[in-house]
């Protein structure tokens, strides 16, 4: 800044004038020409005076200015400085998301689900034959729940698929009027390999009993039956 001030001017006492020391000034003043209204001693101090003032005055007024100058350029450092920080977290931020887009990439997705539900909106796949009991209200041994029975189902199903056919079948019972029946392989029956519920283990006992509760649906069970076996 041009002529800056180094100081407070108001801070400046005023010269005492009528001291020896400006004995030379104030004759010079009442000789003057130029200065016919100062006669005296007394006029000489008064304009003397009276200048410093004009001049401590004008130097008052710059001390303001610079000081109202300074504090502008200390609030546009400060916020310069502000928003440089405002915009590094912003990019700190922006970099966050995107390695948790990169990391989220890289992980397992996870089905979405519906908060709150009751076990009886749980999608299941069951076998067949269960599904055909427990839409009659019948009792199901509770294996077919297990992972095992949906794996034998599946698999069923794929053979279904690629080799359906018909098949004769004899009833003994009926042996004074023997008699053949076509049955068609993908008829639903029970599975060879159930085992019974007394047969089961706690474990397979537990991971069974959400299918057979998601399944009570199939035989349009009231709620209050199903909150009872839950």
């Known amino acids: 800044m041009a002529n800056q001030i180094n ?40 304009k003397l005076r009276s200048q410093w003032e004009t001049e401590n005055a004008n130097l008052r007024a710059q001390y303001q200015v610079q000081l109202q ?24 931020r922006e970099k966050e998301v995107e390695l948790a887009k990169e990391r989220e990439k890289k992980r397992t997705p996870l089905p979405n689900f519906e908060q709150g539900v009751g076990h009886r909106f749980v999608p299941h796949h069951y076998h067949p034959y269960a599904e055909k009991l427990m839409m009659a209200r019948k009792y199901v041994p509770l294996w077919y729940f297990l992972p095992d029975a949906k794996r034998e189902a599946r698999e069923r199903m794929r053979k279904v698929v690629d080799n359906n056919r018909f098949e004769f079948e004899s009833n003994p019972a009926m042996a004074s009027n023997a008699s053949l029946t076509l049955v068609s392989t993908t008829s639903v029956r029970a599975s060879p390999n159930a085992i019974p519920d007394l047969c089961l283990t706690w474990n397979q006992v537990m991971r069974a009993k959400s299918g057979f509760l998601g399944a009570l649906s199939l035989g349009a069970f009231p709620d209050i039956h199903v909150d009872m076996f839950a």
């Open 69 to 92: 100058e300074e504090h502008a350029a200390g609030e546009q450092r400060r916020a310069d400085e502000e928003e440089l920080t405002r915009q590094c977290e912003v990019e700190e």
């Open 7 to 46: 100081f407070d001017p108001t801070k400046i006492p005023c010269p005492d004038f009528s001291n020896n020391l400006y004995n030379v000034i104030r004759n010079a003043l009442i000789a003057d020409a130029n200065s016919p209204d100062i006669t005296n001693n007394e006029q000489a101090i008064l």
